[in-house]
């Protein structure tokens, strides 16, 4: 069985480095008494945030293994990087959307309103709205990548080649999905 661990600290000074690997320490101990040892080879050391100099980048070791310093990691399948801008997990969620787009125009014959969107909401939109609580773009070129990805199967419904995008959604019944991450964003909140 594998346990992710995560382990945060504000660092601004040597103290608070010591801090953080006094606590590292203790969690090493708690994992030998428990049995569940930790690969030190997998632990990692991120700075996030801007105007972090980084200058205790190579300070920290688990099992007298000095541990990696990296810039940007996938926790969970959500891509994050040091400056906390989620452009990479957005190119990401529409890849992985467009590969499934894919996978059913190639697949698929039956072009029907029904069938299109049922694989689009079952395999394509799980896609770009994994975790968006934590990774919804703010940037105008990242939503309109995430949103151009929902205009594709407007187009593969037989019949609804020639509307716009927004008449498109009317018509199949969906919303935009910066609308839907707002919402999501209010239910999380509520």
């Keep these: ?33 428990w049995q569940m040892l930790f690969d030190a080879d997998k632990c990692k050391v991120m700075h996030v945030g801007y105007n972090n100099n980084n200058k205790h980048a190579n300070n920290y070791d688990v099992n007298d293994v000095q541990l ?19 452009q990479k997990q957005c190119s990401e969620a529409v890849r992985k ?18 069938t299109i969107i049922l694989l689009y ?5 799980p896609h770009l709205e994994y975790c968006c609580q934590l990774w ?25 080649q020639e509307l716009n995008y927004n008449d498109g959604l009317k018509r199949l019944g969906l919303q935009r999905l910066e609308g839907r991450r707002l919402r999501s964003d209010l239910i999380e909140i509520f």
């Design 136 to 160: 919804s773009p703010y940037y105008k070129k990242d939503i309109k990548l995430i949103e151009g990805v929902q205009r594709r199967p407007t187009k593969l419904v037989t019949g609804m």
């Design 121 to 125: 909401k079952s395999l394509v939109r």
């Design 1 to 33: 069985m594998q346990v992710i661990t995560k382990i945060y600290h504000t660092v601004y000074s040597d103290e608070d480095v010591s801090a953080l690997q006094y606590d590292l320490c203790n969690l090493v101990k708690w994992t030998k008494e």
């Design 97 to 114: 959307a467009n590969r499934m787009l894919g996978m059913i125009k190639r697949n698929f014959i039956d072009r029907s309103q029904e």
């Design 68 to 86: 990696e310093c990296v810039s940007e990691e996938k926790d969970l399948g959500v891509i994050i990087n040091e400056d906390l801008k989620w």
